[in-house]
């Protein structure tokens, strides 16, 4: 059940995948391209940098620990590196976001209620008015830690369908 070989690589390659993919993040924080907490930042870190160490830790695993490795086990790796990667990620952020993004998430919710108003009878249609309504209050009360479950989750649910084509890439 516990391998370790698994948890070894996936924390070596999840754990510096989330350092990076926070550092992107927040490059783009900085140079004032994206806010940190908007989905096309958190969509393409997680596409490109996921990806990227889901198959160096699946190509390391293969390499050194297994040579037959079957869809499993690949399937294995990569989704427990997603865990580390997700995790490292989400907790540097909701630390950033203590020390330092208060504001930015003050804007987050501003620019994620102007959204909602650009597009409210689409909205509302398919949620209904009281379902709107309550999305759209719900956006003032997002903090560090409801950001940082969000990117977490985002993280994982990416992470999972990556890991099964590169579970089926490295099967032998």
């Known amino acids: 059940m516990f391998d370790k070989a698994v ?39 997680t596409l490109v940098f996921g990806s990227v160490f889901i198959f160096l830790a699946i190509k390391y695993f293969k390499k050194f620990h297994d040579s037959e490795l079957g869809f499993g086990k690949a399937f294995k790796v990569g989704f427990v590196t997603v865990f580390f990667l997700a995790f490292t990620s989400a907790m540097l952020l909701c630390i950033y976001s203590f020390l ?9 919710i501003i620019l994620s209620q102007k959204r909602m108003e650009l597009t409210r009878q689409e909205l509302t249609q398919m949620m209904g008015e009281v379902n709107y309504k309550n999305a759209y209050q719900r956006l003032n009360q997002l903090n560090a830690f409801t950001l940082a479950q969000i990117s977490f989750v985002n993280r994982m649910v990416a992470g999972f369908f990556i890991s099964i084509v590169l579970g089926v890439f490295f099967r032998k």
């Open 7 to 45: 948890v070894n690589t996936a924390i070596k390659y999840g754990v510096t995948g989330g350092i990076v993919s926070f550092a992107y993040i927040l490059i783009l924080a900085l140079i004032g391209f994206e806010n940190p907490y908007d989905n096309t930042s958190e969509y393409s870190s």
């Open 100 to 108: 330092a993004g208060e504001e930015l998430i003050k804007e987050y």
